[in-house]
């Protein structure tokens, strides 16, 4: 086991709550890489689940004490609170987060090593994140939906992230040092509890950005995400499309009245587009894609405006 005063290269993290299903092949698909197991730990911070997570995580560091394994509760509610105790607890240089919902395959932490050792110019890491479908999506999914299930495949190549598409929280990684210059996660936004606010990843990658520091995309960085027949359900859709929105009218709260107004018309361009796009669905005769592509642009603008 890892101690205080001791580092390691690197932290792989998770956040949880409430995935006492999934949690347990989190952290053994960790404990699976092909990585030197001196070099990393793995550390879980729950917050304040209310299924039978904690027991399992007691569970599984009585039967692996040899394993640099260890959890923490994160009594203020929200996964930005969640993600910065993460942070916090990390003794590695380098953190990497992974969904408790997930798993990693086995070269996950060593391309993620080897990229930060060959590039020291790059401060942060998005993996690829493919989705595994425990339900049969519906008739009106399309690919405008990958947000919705975490799906993040930006292709075969390596290539800098410069704004317009940022890494998600299933599968990203840092040096540890840059919290130091830009600070934590906003507390003010993100998922908290069953409420589906958004905007956190985005807000910290902007921030790295805005330091002149390099983020890149590393397809070689590969989890595999599950998809439960719950994202399906039109009210979290449109209770996650609406997060969307409001948690970008937070972020921005401190912005100017120019900024704020141009993401307003943004979204009405977004979804003006989403209907005229759309009617290519409705000439194949998918009404439903394109109700719900038209509903979800719909959505997204009304939790701005709201």
């Not at 141009?262 to 000439?283: D, M, Q, S």
Request: proline content about 3%; hydrophobic content about 40%.
């Amino acid at each position: 086991m890892t101690t205080a005063a001791n580092t390691v290269k690197i932290s792989a993290v998770i956040c949880s709550y409430n995935r006492a299903r999934f949690i347990i092949k989190a952290v053994d698909s960790i404990f699976a890489q092909r990585f030197p197991v001196a070099d990393y730990e793995v550390v879980v911070v729950d917050n304040n689940s209310t299924d039978n997570t904690l027991a399992l995580l007691a569970r599984y560091q009585a039967d692996h004490p040899q394993r640099a394994f260890r959890y923490y509760t994160e009594l203020n509610q929200g996964v930005s609170h969640t993600r910065t105790r993460c942070v916090k607890e990390a003794r590695g240089e380098v953190v990497a987060f992974i969904d408790d919902d997930s798993y990693a395959e086995d070269n996950w932490l060593g391309s993620i090593h080897d990229f930060f050792a060959t590039h020291p110019d790059v401060y942060s890491l998005g993996g690829k994140i493919l989705p595994y479908y425990l339900a049969e999506p519906p008739a009106w999914f399309s690919r405008y939906f990958f947000g919705l299930v975490g799906r993040f495949d930006l292709g075969k190549d390596i290539k800098p992230l410069t704004g317009s598409r940022y890494p998600c929280g299933a599968n990203m990684a840092f040096r540890k040092a840059i919290f130091e210059e830009i600070g934590f996660f906003n507390t003010a936004i993100g998922r908290s509890g069953t409420g589906l606010s958004a905007g956190e990843e985005k807000d910290i990658y902007l921030k790295i950005l805005a330091t002149g520091k390099r983020v890149y995309y590393l397809p070689q960085m590969v989890v595999h995400h599950a998809v439960e027949a719950n994202k399906f359900d039109i009210g979290y859709v449109q209770r996650h499309s609406m997060g969307i929105g409001s948690s970008e009218k937070v972020r921005l709260k401190d912005a100017s009245l120019y900024r704020r107004t141009l993401k307003y018309f943004e979204y009405i361009g977004k979804w003006g587009y989403a209907v005229l796009y759309g009617t290519g669905f409705l000439l194949r005769g998918q009404w439903s894609r394109f109700h719900m592509l038209e509903r979800f642009r719909w959505w997204v603008l009304k939790g701005y405006w709201q």
